[in-house]
């Protein structure tokens, strides 16, 4: 019953660890950011 427990208990850290290094990158080549002027790059 304790090999049980530790698998599951390893289980939600490991998806605990694994949703946490989820990371959105958001690249905009070509256009300014939001916040900069509202003229054109050249």
């Given at each position: ?19 946490k ?22």
């Amino acid at each position: 019953m304790t090999t049980v427990k530790g698998i599951l208990i390893g289980l939600i850290l490991l998806l605990a660890f694994a949703s946490k290094a989820m990371v959105l990158v958001n690249v905009n080549v070509g256009s300014p950011p939001s916040w900069g002027p509202d003229g054109l790059l050249r």
